[in-house]
């Protein structure tokens, strides 16, 4: 591991956002009702110094602007992202600083995702050892609510004038102290869909005088997985989940209608498209085979996120910095899971990174904690990444 005085993080530092974050973690806010923890974000960064701060971005949003001194580099303006939001989910961790709050917790470690970013802006404002400008973003509303989405419509990349955007997440089951990241896609883009069926209700003991929408519905989830079996390349990405089956309310019956709901995650564009038209074609053959008839409802969610090549390599250069080359994956597999971060990495090249938890539980896990020993090593991270990522 790199020395933490050669990138400028001294012991307090580290303590204090682990306060930071502890406060945040005891106080969980959803989607874009984080005015707390906006405001608490706001004090800090002007009690820091930021040259300044903006508050109600994208609604709650916080943005904090800190100006280098120069050392005769590019004067390039850089966009740090950290998340703010919690999810409603029942925290079941028994710790001293678990959530007041019933029915909401921090389960997806965006506490301290703040809390680094945090301590981040307070070690910049303090050296301004970097060439240009340094943008820190607190954002709203990831769980859902596409609250990057909002603040970029709210003009954050050209008010600021960001030329590159970098975000970071924290993985469960990487070790403490570890970073991984690839160019290209990195996390899926999420799509949610709703099929009705309606067929004809009737008596159970008549069945041949209906037409039934649980048989259809059950032969429309099977052939829902032959999308991956046998119309996507190997070498491609693809999950098509139904997680929903909800149909009639007496057992002596055959309901009139079946609902199902579910999700796809997919890497490119090309099988993005090819899901949602083998859903439909399945779902509509399959209910006019039976004499029922089907309507799919696809609604397109969180695109992929997308590492620039070039700016992974520079997100690379600054985790090696602090993790040392054996300490960083830079060919991670993508994980299928979705990041509102995508919509920043549309409109600004960038990089998104993972920064390990350790052996801790998953994520959205109501026994989940973000661990505070990645604290220092993700305000490392970003002191690098803006300083130019010094060599290890």
């Known amino acids: 591991m790199t020395d933490p005085d050669s990138i400028g993080l001294d012991a307090g530092l580290a303590a204090d956002a682990t306060a930071w974050r502890r406060d945040i973690h005891r106080n969980p806010e959803t989607l874009y009702d984080v005015q707390r923890t906006a405001g608490l974000v706001a004090e800090k960064l002007r009690a820091f110094g930021c040259d300044e701060v903006v508050t109600g971005l994208g609604r709650t949003g916080v943005v904090g602007v800190i100006q280098g001194k120069g050392k005769g580099g590019a004067k390039r303006t850089i966009g740090l992202r950290a998340d703010m939001d919690a999810l409603p989910i029942a925290e079941q961790t028994n710790l001293p600083y678990a959530s007041q709050v019933p029915g909401k917790m921090h389960a997806c470690g965006h506490d301290g995702h703040t809390a680094m970013l945090l301590g981040a802006a307070r070690r910049l404002c303090e050296t301004r050892d970097f060439d240009g400008t340094a943008v820190c973003v607190f954002q709203p509303a990831e769980e859902g609510g596409a609250g990057a989405r909002a603040m970029i419509q709210d003009g954050l990349m050209t008010r600021f004038g960001i030329d590159e955007v970098y975000g970071m997440h924290n993985l469960p089951g990487l070790p403490v102290g570890r970073f991984a990241l690839r160019p290209g896609p990195i996390m899926a883009a999420a799509d949610r869909f709703e099929i009705e069926v309606e067929g004809r209700g009737g ?3 008549q069945p041949h005088l209906t037409v039934d929408p649980v048989l259809v519905g059950a032969h429309i989830v099977t052939l829902a997985q032959s999308i991956v079996a046998r119309s996507v ?20 019956a055959i309901p009139q209608t ?119 090593h993700g305000i490392r991270y970003w002191v690098a990444l803006v300083e130019g990522a010094r060599a290890a």
């Open 258 to 376: 079946a609902k199902l709901a579910g999700t796809t995650r997919t890497l490119t564009a090309e099988m993005r498209d090819l899901a949602e038209a083998r859903l439909k074609a399945i779902a509509e053959s399959v209910a006019a085979a039976h004499g029922a008839r089907a309507t799919l409802r696809y609604n397109r969610g969180y695109p992929v996120t997308r590492n620039d090549p070039a700016r992974a390599r520079l997100a690379e250069r600054a985790a090696v910095a602090v993790a040392g080359a054996d300490g960083v994956d830079a060919t991670i597999a993508p994980i299928m899971g979705a990041e509102d971060f995508s919509y920043m990495l549309e409109a600004r090249p960038g990089a998104f990174v993972f920064i390990g938890n350790g052996d801790s539980a998953g994520l959205h896990h109501p026994g989940y904690d973000f661990n505070d020993a990645a604290i220092p």
């Open 203 to 205: 008596h159970a003991a």
């Open 233 to 252: 390349d190997p070498l491609e990405a693809c999950v098509v989940s139904v997680t929903v089956f909800q149909a009639g309310s007496a057992q002596n």
